[in-house]
């Protein structure tokens, strides 16, 4: 929420209080009741919106912690590999296996994922080869679900930024809905309960924040 939004929802719900403290002014009147209910409604409805948005953020340190799990798993399978190459002669293949954690760690998000996604391809492809250096199919297949992972997390964050517009755009959308409710209908039929101690406390929490 913007600073503004939640200067409204502050206010709103210094409203609720009042109205839930004082049902009597308004109970008698049907037109107040459709108000004071349709306004608790809105405001149900601002924080489920406010809630929804909230669930929508960027991984950050879980997807840092993500590629150092990545990095991890990857790292010992490819020097195995690039040690079996070696004894076998195939000197190209082992010195582009020849990789460390900070080859994974210290690169762009892509590009970590794509050399993941090569070395378990190299490993599978030698995976007879590489039984005797202590590399099981089950460390590949860790491998693989790592790589699976960490490409979630790196289409995470614009999911997310997407979704909180989206979550935005109905917030500022309920906020709209309530100003109306609030400006055209609930504060002129409160206006003849002028002088009472519930006028008083509700125009105080409406002057929180102005429509």
Partial sequence: MTDRQEAKLD??????????????????????VAAVTEFHSLLASIRAAVEAQLDYTPLGPQKDALLLALANAATPIAQNLAAWAAAAGDLALAAQMDLHVT????????????????????????????????????????????????????????????????????????????????????DRIVEQFKGTPFYSEYRTARTLVGP
């Fill in 11 to 32: 206010s709103h719900t210094a409203v609720e209080t009042v109205l839930n403290a004082h049902p009597t002014p308004l109970d008698t009147l049907p037109a107040a």
């Fill in 103 to 186: 080859d994974f760690t210290q690169t762009r998000d892509q590009d970590a994922r794509a050399l993941a996604v090569l070395v378990h391809e190299k490993a599978t492809a030698h995976a007879a080869d590489l039984a005797d250096y202590g590399v099981e199919p089950a460390d590949l297949a860790d491998l693989d679900t790592r790589i699976q992972a960490f490409a979630d997390a790196i289409g995470a964050p614009r999911h997310a930024i997407a979704e909180r517009k989206l979550q935005t755009e109905a917030l500022d959308s309920l906020f709209d809905q309530m100003d109306q409710l609030l400006t055209q209908r609930l």
